[in-house]
């Protein structure tokens, strides 16, 4: 018995979803905590809510804590979350978000590696059996992996990680972030919600997920473009990621290949016959919605990233809110059930 109290008070309660974000889906202080499997809701604070006793080891805890949370939470809520039209951020505070999307993409432990653009793509082509033997390689050790990324003091160091890569999903979810540029999006104008599920994000692999790697490679074969072959190296057959940052705002990682591939590039694009536009390719939003930011160089040498606020319409939520459905594995949450009702009742 006394063994028993012992390991219960040195116990952590771990979020695997940061309760920096959770409060930001709260209405009145709660969150409404919706169990998929049997469609019950629960008022629910949110300490309690995607949450694990020791789900990481208590040295990782407070890692996570401080070396990744705290200082997203300062870029969060003092830069991202008060932007009215447009957000301005350093270098630094790229690094910040950059680490943090990284972390949100491993930090749910899944075996099944069901959420790695590459491993699906591998295993559709048949290049990867269901009884994978080299499953340990491709997935990596989960703790190990997290380590890695919070170690990183700059964004040379995680492309270390990609450079030398060591496992499969690591490598993946750190090209992703790394080499992708952030688009925000927010719902004043639409009065629609965003619902925030247990894995923190979701990802995008569109018609155009395989076929824009495969069409530069065909450009470089016909004349060598040194911007196409960067951007075959930085892109994964990952179109975007998206985040959700609060009930009304998120954060899409876009693939570079997208530079390329917007309306007055200087790069002829052929879209297939039944997605003719780069919007419905992408599932949502216009062509101006996923424009890149305006980098501006001050004379200091500091660099500046400008970039503006797109609101998106009541469809485009409901498409996002699909996504964030579509990897959910058990539990999501959200404010205000009158503002999501759109997207989960069908």
């Known amino acids: 018995m006394l063994d028993w109290r012992f390991k219960m008070e040195g116990s952590i309660n771990s979020h695997y979803i940061p309760q920096l974000l959770l409060r930001h889906f709260c209405k009145e202080g709660k969150l409404n905590y919706h169990n998929i499997h049997t469609n019950k ?50 270098a630094d505070d790229l690094l910040i978000i950059k680490k943090y999307q990284i972390i949100t993409m491993i930090r749910v432990k899944d075996d099944n590696l069901e959420h790695n653009a590459w491993y699906r793509a591998l295993k559709k082509n048949g290049y990867i059996l269901q009884e994978d033997p080299f499953k340990d390689f ?51 104008n639409c009065k629609e919600d965003f619902i925030i599920p247990d894995r923190g994000w979701a990802e995008y692999c569109g018609p155009l997920s395989i076929k824009k790697i ?31 940052l609060s009930n009304d705002m998120a954060l899409l990682a876009v693939s570079p290949a997208f530079k390329a591939l917007r ?9 297939p016959p039944d997605q003719p536009t780069l919007s419905s390719c992408l599932g949502f939003g216009t062509s101006k919605t996923f424009a890149p930011p305006d980098n501006r160089f001050h004379k200091n040498g500091t660099k500046e990233y400008i970039y503006n606020i797109h609101q998106i319409s009541k469809y485009d939520v409901k498409f996002i809110n699909s996504l964030f459905l579509n990897n959910c594995e058990e539990y999501y949450g959200y404010a205000d059930y009158n503002k999501i009702r759109f997207s989960v009742e069908d």
């Not at 160091?157 to 925000?184: C, D, G």
Request: net charge positive; charged share 25%; hydrophobic share 35%.
């Open 214 to 244: 495969n069409a530069m490679l065909d450009m470089l074969e016909k004349a060598y473009d040194p911007y196409i072959a960067m951007l075959v190296q930085m892109s994964t057959p990952q179109d975007y990621a998206v985040f959700p």
């Open 41 to 90: 809701t629960e008022e629910r604070s949110t300490k309690s809510v995607f949450s694990k006793t020791d789900y990481y080891p208590a040295q990782l805890e407070k890692d996570l804590s401080s070396k990744i949370e705290a200082q997203f939470a300062n870029v969060l809520n003092k830069k991202i979350l008060n932007g009215k039209n447009r957000i301005s951020l350093t």
């Open 263 to 271: 309306t007055g590039t200087r790069y002829n694009v052929i879209y």
């Open 138 to 188: 491709f997935k990596g050790d989960f703790f190990d992996n997290l380590n890695k990324v919070l170690s990183c003091k700059s964004q040379e160091e995680l492309v270390k990680i990609i450079t030398h890569p060591e496992n499969l999903n690591l490598y993946t979810f750190v090209k992703n972030a790394v080499y992708s540029y952030m688009v925000f999006v927010k719902t004043n």
